[in-house]
């Protein structure tokens, strides 16, 4: 097979990669060793984000998702459920905080407006009677399945090719240039060349371990987080609570279900998907400063996913619940040109971010494909709507 540009991973950022290159009129052969959405895509809480949640702590962060979430919401209405947000000051919180977070929200330009306690009470009945503080915020929640389905079928239809349950377990070089990959189906054990003029790696978690193939090494800093999904949806609106991001502080009505988390634990395994005891407690403990009733719900499922982060952080003692809070690494993205850092040309990882902001993502990592390939053709991916999945 040869195409332009192979795409390593199917999550929603290499599936958008995809997506974009073949509206600029590229070929595009993505490879993935599950299903699409097999990896973190498909493991987290269902959250698309305003930004809020880092309005205080991660400014850039806040601002991309603001900004990726409005467009999100209309490329991928299929994907989306407009459930609103709420922001909560539980009897736990610390009200000072309060300021701090409003001064982020409009320094990344996120609505933000203060409703009465009563109200918001009125609203969601199952929050806790407590709460001090309530403000409204546009948030919502995704289905990261139906969007990344989504995007495959937009992609193929711009005659992309999908090579689910692929492994790529060489890089072809020609001098200091990739030139292609070989891949081996994890069904058959049967394998595909895929000549190439770029590769993209959009591996998550395993983008390290991808770099490694291709002679580009780089540190990642891998965090595991853990949800639990309960009974019927509890809450109409996304609930969360108003105090600086950590364990167990996220209610989001996904589907037929409402789903609580998350955790933030380090981990050098990118296929680590454990739950420890203490992080279902400390998700439901927290859960019930400003949702009382959630620990008698019946849990239907639970599921961790890792996040692909690239920024430092501090290694700890997982299994005791001790555990340095990495949320402190920046949620936005990196794309790396390797040629220029490893003397790797033609290979471009895309690394860290979030799914909320996974089309920008791939807009900025599609710019420096195509810039390799000399290719003039715009990004349209913001103004073009996602084929139905119907």
């Known amino acids: 097979m040869e195409v332009d540009v192979v795409v390593i991973g199917g999550g929603a950022t290499g599936s958008g990669v995809a997506w974009d290159l073949t509206l600029r009129g590229l070929s595009v052969a993505l490879v993935e060793m599950g299903d699409v959405a097999t990896g973190t895509s498909g493991r987290y809480h269902g959250l698309l984000h305003t930004g809020a949640r880092y309005a205080a702590s991660d400014l850039e962060s806040a601002k991309e998702c603001y900004q990726e ?55 969601e009945p199952l929050v806790h009677k407590g709460i001090r503080h309530a403000y409204d915020i546009p948030d919502a929640s995704c289905d990261s399945f139906a969007l990344c389905g989504g995007l495959r079928k937009s992609a193929e239809s711009e005659g992309a090719k999908f090579l689910t349950y692929h492994r790529v377990e060489e890089v072809y070089h020609d001098g200091d240039r990739v030139t292609g990959v070989w891949a081996v189906d994890q069904r058959t054990g049967e394998g595909t060349g895929i000549s190439c003029s770029a590769i993209v790696n959009a591996a998550g978690p395993w983008a390290a371990e991808v770099g490694k193939l291709a002679g580009a090494e780089f540190a990642m800093v891998l965090s595991r987080g853990a949800m639990i999904a309960f009974n019927g949806r509890w809450t109409h609106a996304v609930v969360s609570r108003l105090r600086p991001p950590g364990d167990g502080d996220i209610f989001v009505p996904l589907g037929y279900t409402g789903v609580a988390g998350t955790t933030s634990v380090p981990t050098d395994d990118p296929y680590d998907a454990r739950i420890e005891d203490w992080e279902r407690e400390k998700i439901i403990s927290e859960t019930e400063a400003f949702l009382p009733g959630i620990r008698h719900a019946r849990i239907l499922r639970s599921w961790a996913g890792v996040r692909p982060l690239y920024d430092p952080a501090t290694a700890s003692d997982s299994a005791s619940g001790t555990h340095v809070d990495n949320r402190k690494a920046t949620r936005t993205f990196d794309v790396l040109e390797h040629g220029e850092r490893d003397g790797v040309h033609g290979f471009i990882s895309i690394v860290g971010g979030k799914l909320t902001t996974f089309r920008l993502m791939a807009e900025k990592t599609s710019d420096i494909v195509c810039k390799h390939l000399k290719v003039k053709e715009k990004c349209s991916t913001a103004e073009t709507e996602l084929l139905s999945l119907k």
């Open 69 to 123: 979430h409005e467009i999100v919401r209309k490329v991928a209405p299929e994907a989306v459920d407009d459930t609103g947000g709420l922001f909560v000051l539980s009897p736990k919180d610390d009200e000072s905080f309060i300021g701090t977070w409003l001064e982020g929200c409009r320094g990344a330009g996120i609505p933000v407006s203060e409703i009465p306690v009563k109200e918001a009470l009125e609203r």
